[in-house]
């Protein structure tokens, strides 16, 4: 960690077509090696098989799938005298934020078989209906944070 100063916040511009800056944060996370119009190409088309296939605006299916996706607590570890425990603590938002949209990523790219935004559709339905596998790593990151409440005191 930096001792000098806290590195300053980037402002994100919203993204041309639906002018929601969570979605440009996500075609950020979504490119791989400075490509954005590829990442744009598959997320807007994405939002195009969503649009058809749930008949509802795809933004506001993106954003639920978000909400279902965005965990509350997590643990971190923390060495106490020689031992390593597993403390839970509550994440904030920012960083609730990025790890939902970190895991939507990771597991559309699990699936195999298809094209990319396929996969991505599929795995953004699936979170907005509160399924499919990132919502399950968010309830698995939770019960491991209820397992070990015990060691709460520890927190820092």
């Known amino acids: 960690m930096a001792r000098r100063r806290i ?23 979504l490119m791989k090696d400075g490509k954005k119009s590829k990442a744009e190409k598959i997320c807007y088309g994405c939002f195009d098989i969503v ?10 299916v993106f954003l639920s799938a978000m ?5 509350t607590l997590e643990v971190r570890s923390r060495r ?18 990025t790890l939902a949209m970190r895991w ?14 396929e996969k991505l559709a599929e795995e953004i339905m699936l979170a907005s ?3 499919g596998a990132a919502v399950k790593k968010k ?4 019960k491991m944070a209820e397992a070990n409440r015990a060691f709460a005191h520890y927190r820092w």
């Open 104 to 117: 939507i990523i990771q597991f559309s790219q699990g699936r195999k078989g298809r094209p990319m935004k």
């Open 51 to 60: 649009e058809k296939k749930t008949k509802k605006n795809p933004l506001d």
């Open 7 to 29: 590195a300053a916040k980037r402002e994100i511009t919203a993204d041309p077509i639906y002018n929601s800056k969570i979605l440009a944060k996500f075609m950020n996370k």
């Open 139 to 142: 309830i698995d990151t939770y």
């Open 67 to 71: 909400d279902n996706v965005r965990p």
């Open 129 to 131: 209906r509160g399924e």
């Open 80 to 97: 106490v005298g020689g031992a390593t425990y597993q403390v839970p603590t509550e994440v904030r938002p920012d960083r609730a934020e």
